[in-house]
């Protein structure tokens, strides 16, 4: 069984500012994906940056960095140079490559940036 | 292209009921899986179809079920609605069900049970 825990329930950012939000996964499978989505109020999750298990580098997307320490299990979102419209729930989510693939989600941190 | 649509966008249901919600998904996509948010939480596995099989199921009692057509759409029925089961249902497509391949969300449905 896969688990994502993300300890933060709320984050505050000045404008321009980068932030942190954190995520700790747990499973047993060699092989899996980590993903990033954005949840705005309107309530569609859109997806924000993935970083596969064998995956050597830190995936980059524009704006999104995604900090992959796989010793400690952990898959850190770095947003860089914050804007008012990254305010919004965003979560962590794993998904492994057995049996079926499907999301696991963590229970989200709500990101709100200040002007 | 079109991305992955749901209707309705939202319902309002009393216990009891029974509801069915529908799902489009990214032209070419052949998987679709279906989730629950109750408010305040993250999205939780109910059903996954591959090919119009069912692949996986998560841990929701026999009054869930999904099906896919041949043009791989997909329904979400849920029977004998508990206040409960007021929820975000969200629709997500992929090419296949495998960890490389990304998952796209639909707008999703918002269920309302009285």
């Known amino acids: 069984a896969q688990k994502i825990t993300q300890t933060q329930p709320g984050m505050f950012v000045q404008e321009k500012e980068a932030v942190t939000l954190d995520c700790t996964y747990d499973t047993s499978d060699q092989s899996y994906g980590l993903f990033w989505y954005k949840q705005p109020s309107s309530g569609e999750m859109i997806f924000l940056i993935y970083q596969g298990s064998y995956d050597e580098q830190n995936a980059t997307e524009g704006r999104y960095s995604l900090n992959f320490q796989k010793a400690r299990k952990s898959a850190n979102l770095v947003i860089s140079a914050s804007q008012l419209g990254d305010s919004a729930m965003y979560f962590c989510?794993?998904?492994?490559?057995?049996?079926?693939?499907?999301?696991?989600f963590g229970k989200g941190t709500m990101l709100l940036v200040s002007p | 292209d079109a991305g992955v649509t749901q209707s309705p966008t939202h319902l309002i249901k009393t216990r009891g009921q029974q509801v069915t919600l529908r799902c489009s998904p990214i032209?070419?996509?052949?998987?679709v899986s279906w989730y629950q948010q109750v408010l305040g939480q993250g999205p939780q596995f109910i059903f996954q179809y591959y090919e119009k099989e069912e692949r996986g199921r998560g841990n929701f009692p026999d009054r869930f079920s999904a099906r896919q057509f041949p043009n791989y759409s997909s329904e979400l029925n849920v029977n004998a609605l508990l206040l409960g089961d007021s929820a975000l249902y969200l629709c997500a497509s992929s090419l296949v069900p495998d960890h490389y391949n990304e998952q796209f969300f639909g707008p999703g449905t918002r269920l309302t049970v009285l």
């Open positions: 032209s070419g996509h052949k998987s």
């Open positions: 989510a794993m998904r492994a490559d057995s049996g079926y693939s499907t999301l696991t």
